[in-house]
Every structure is written in structure tokens, then in C-alpha cells.
């Protein structure tokens, strides 16, 4: 069972906007068939409708092109008016569904999520992620306040490689140059 793409927390609504908008069908506990896209149009309404009301939104970003990997069997099942909301690519064995990150948020408030994701997306090619806090996000002061784009990291397993480059970029600044050896005193 997949987890849901919307969570009421007090007067905040997260949203994931990721892979958990793809809803599945476990009507035969053999298959998992896709069976819709969050959000239908009044769901999409309901989240502006409590922006709106000044109720705090959260966006909850991956990518920008959000891709499911599924069975190629899976994807033949997909009821044909929702395969229209999105790409499917196949090899005929292993299919992948193509989301289109934010495409239920009017446009300035899409380009403005869209904007913050190029922004992390800088700052993880400038940084080693080990140095950054798993959650990124947007700094205050946009319009409306009371929603904000933010995105979850995952966190990569920690291996030797990795080890060795975070010690790289730690150590960088630190001087390998040996002091001068100290001047012979004569007497």
C-alpha cells in the first residue's frame, strides 16, 4: 500500500509532490495496476482553497521530471484516460512513468517550486551532500508566506569513496606545507 500524497498536520497540508502522487489499485493482491494521478481537479482545489483561508501548505518536491520505475505488465494495465496524464517509456520488460513535477499549482506558483528546485539542485553540485541538511528549504519571503517548497533528501549510503571525498573537501584548506625547521641556536 502506497503511503498517501497529502498529510494534514494542525493547520499545514504536506504535499509530496513525487512519486506518492502515482495511486495504485491492489484490487487483485497478485498485481499493483496504477489507478490515478493526485490530484483529481477538486483536490487540486482544496489545497488552494486552504492556502486561500491562509491554512500553511508544504510542498514536499523530488524532481523536477519524476520518473516511477514499474513492470512493463504494470504499465499495460494503465487505464488509458490516466496514461494520458504522463510519459511511459519502455525495453518491453521494465517500464518507466514520467510525472511532471507541480503541474497542479497555477503557473506563477509552479514556476516559483520549479525556480527553488534549480536552486537546490546548484547548491547540492556546490556542496558534498554530507555537509547539507537532509531537508532543503525555500527561505521566507516569498508571496503567498504561507506556502513553502521544500526538498527531502535521500540520504546515500556512506561509503569509503564518499568518506574520502568529504575528508578532501573538509581538509582542503588545511596547510600541507611543514614549517620551516626551527634556526639552529649556536653557542
Same mark, same amino acid.
Given at each position: 500500500?502506497?503511503?498517501?500524497?497529502?498529510?494534514?498536520?494542525?493547520?499545514?497540508?504536506?504535499?509530496?509532490?513525487?512519486?506518492?502522487?502515482?495511486?495504485?489499485?491492489?484490487?487483485?493482491?497478485?498485481?499493483?495496476?496504477?489507478?490515478?494521478?493526485?490530484?483529481?481537479?477538486?483536490?487540486?482545489?482544496?489545497?488552494?482553497?486552504?492556502?486561500?483561508?491562509?491554512?500553511?501548505?508544504?510542498?514536499?518536491?523530488?524532481?523536477?521530471?519524476?520518473?516511477?520505475?514499474?513492470?512493463?505488465?504494470?504499465?499495460?494495465?494503465?487505464?488509458?484516460?490516466?496514461?494520458?496524464?504522463?510519459?511511459?517509456?519502455?525495453?518491453?520488460?521494465?517500464?518507466?512513468?514520467?510525472?511532471?513535477?507541480?503541474?497542479?499549482?497555477?503557473?506563477?506558483?509552479?514556476?516559483?517550486?520549479?525556480?527553488? /528546485? @534549480?536552486? =537546490?539542485?546548484?547548491?547540492?553540485? &556546490?556542496?558534498? !551532500?554530507?555537509?547539507?541538511?537532509? +531537508? #532543503?528549504?525555500?527561505?521566507?519571503?516569498?508571496?503567498?508566506?504561507? /506556502? @513553502?517548497? =521544500?526538498?527531502?533528501?535521500?540520504? &546515500?549510503?556512506? !561509503?569509503?569513496?564518499?568518506?574520502? +571525498? #568529504?575528508?578532501?573537501?573538509?581538509?582542503?584548506?588545511?596547510?600541507?606545507?611543514?614549517?620551516?625547521?626551527?634556526?639552529?641556536?649556536?653557542?
Amino acid at each position: 500500500m502506497s503511503s498517501p500524497p497529502v498529510l494534514r498536520c494542525g493547520n499545514t497540508l504536506v504535499v509530496f509532490d513525487g512519486p506518492r502522487r502515482l495511486l495504485w489499485s491492489t484490487s487483485d493482491p497478485r498485481h499493483c495496476t496504477p489507478a490515478g494521478l493526485w490530484p483529481a481537479p477538486g483536490q487540486a482545489a482544496e489545497v488552494l482553497d486552504h492556502l486561500a483561508a491562509d491554512g500553511n501548505v508544504l510542498v514536499l518536491l523530488d524532481q523536477e521530471r519524476i520518473t516511477v520505475p514499474m513492470f512493463a505488465d504494470e504499465a499495460a494495465h494503465i487505464p488509458e484516460e490516466l496514461a494520458a496524464r504522463f510519459t511511459i517509456t519502455t525495453d518491453g520488460v521494465l517500464s518507466e512513468l514520467h510525472l511532471t513535477a507541480l503541474d497542479w499549482l497555477p503557473e506563477h506558483l509552479r514556476r516559483r517550486g520549479l525556480r527553488f /528546485l @534549480r536552486d =537546490a539542485a546548484r547548491l547540492l553540485a &556546490r556542496e558534498h !551532500d554530507l555537509l547539507l541538511p537532509p +531537508l #532543503l528549504v525555500e527561505e521566507p519571503g516569498s508571496e503567498p508566506s504561507n /506556502l @513553502r517548497f =521544500a526538498q527531502l533528501r535521500s540520504v &546515500r549510503p556512506i !561509503d569509503q569513496e564518499r568518506i574520502a +571525498l #568529504l575528508s578532501d573537501r573538509l581538509f582542503a584548506q588545511v596547510s600541507t606545507v611543514t614549517p620551516p625547521p626551527a634556526p639552529e641556536v649556536s653557542s
